[in-house]
């Protein structure tokens, strides 16, 4: 029997604060450098983040009155939800889906802290059923994008007459540390933007399940001894980004051979893949991708368009490339293609696709 997951829907929703990346500079200038002396270097990164423009989940004028971690994760869970909101009634709508129809609700964020968690928050304002199977997901950062849409497919291959649907909150602006003049601090500020987005799937047995790209396999990896790689130092502060310089060198060391094992037990090879779902993690990281699988600029257009538009959108910057793609490059039936991101383990997490 075919248990392969229908991805019916995938929908990105962004604040309505849209600004320049010469301004966010300007922002984060004053909140986070004591002096100026680090401000030559602040400029070079940001300049170098190749980030035209980012979406903040407050109006640019609000972010000095966040007066520590209780303000910003007020705000958080005020914002988070309408998005949360906004993203899973857009892609219920664009399934021709309604609320009540949902069997199992994950979220995703590493941005804010949510007890009850967003999904229940979303589910008592959207009207989701009270028996709706819930699943929230912290700490996998950028992966999780890429990391929900596989364990949804986990889910339907058992359940496949569900519905699951996957949201993703990231509200990156209201974790940057004051008086913190760090590089690291510094790229982030430069790199990361705000969002959310929603994934509808349906099983294998659903009436919506001969419409949209197929899951036909995962693969998960957590690479060894790299925990330091990317993540949060948790204080009273709040969350503070851990950024190590060696992300790319763990895509140029593990990528290749995590997408030739999942090509390979399909009889596919790099070359068959005519849709590339990239995660925007950052030049030096898309660059990496390109250059370990042998991909040109063209391959990762729609990733590295996503950056430049809106930044790295943490979990949800995979999702919103892949609205992108299904709205404005139709694939032809039988095409595939590889959904794909990594964060925090160090881990990544690949999902294969044929339309």
Not at 120 to 131: E, F, H, K, N, T
Not at 155 to 170: I, N
Not at 290 to 296: F, H, P, R, S
Request: overall charge negative; some cysteine; proline content about 6%.
């Amino acid at each position: 029997m075919n248990r392969a997951t229908t991805i019916a829907s995938v929908r990105g929703v962004l604040p309505p604060h849209r600004y320049p990346q010469a301004q966010l500079t300007e922002l984060f200038a004053q909140l986070c450098l004591p002096d100026s002396a680090s401000r030559a270097v602040l400029t070079r990164l940001h300049s170098s983040a190749r980030v035209a423009t980012r979406h903040l989940a407050l109006p640019i004028d609000r972010y000095a009155e966040l007066d520590g971690f209780t303000a910003a994760n007020d705000a958080f869970l005020s914002v988070a939800v309408d998005l949360g909101c906004e993203a899973v009634l857009g892609a219920l709508a664009d399934a021709g889906l309604e609320p009540a129809e949902v069997d199992l609700m994950m979220s995703t964020t590493v941005t804010g802290i949510a007890v009850p968690s967003l999904e229940a928050r979303i589910a008592a304002r959207i009207g989701l059923r009270p028996d709706v199977r819930r699943v929230p997901m912290f700490g996998l950062g950028c992966l999780a994008g890429a990391a929900g849409v596989a364990r949804l497919d986990d889910f339907l291959r058992g359940w496949p007459t569900s519905v699951a649907v996957l949201v993703s909150v990231e509200l990156c602006s209201l974790t940057v540390q004051r008086q913190d003049p760090s590089v690291a601090n510094m790229i982030a500020s430069g790199l990361f933007g705000d969002g959310a987005a929603a994934v509808v799937a349906v099983g294998a047995g659903h009436p919506r399940a001969p419409s949209g790209p197929r899951v036909v396999d995962t693969v998960s990896h957590l690479y060894p001894n790299s925990e330091r790689a990317m993540g949060w130092d948790i204080g009273g502060t709040g969350l503070k980004i851990v950024l190590g310089a060696e992300v790319p060198d763990l895509v140029h060391t593990y990528l290749a051979d995590d997408v030739k094992q999942l090509l390979s037990r399909h009889g596919l090879v790099v070359g068959d893949i005519a849709r590339w779902i990239c995660h925007p993690g950052g030049p030096k990281v898309i660059e990496a991708i390109q250059m370990a699988l042998g991909l040109d600029d063209d391959d990762l257009a729609m990733t590295w368009r996503s950056l430049n538009r809106i930044g790295n959108l943490s979990s949800a910057s995979v999702l919103h490339v892949f609205a992108d793609t299904l709205a404005e490059r139709p694939a032809a039936p039988g095409d595939w293609g590889v959904l794909m991101a990594m964060g925090p383990g160090f881990c990544a997490e690949l999902v294969l696709l044929q339309w």
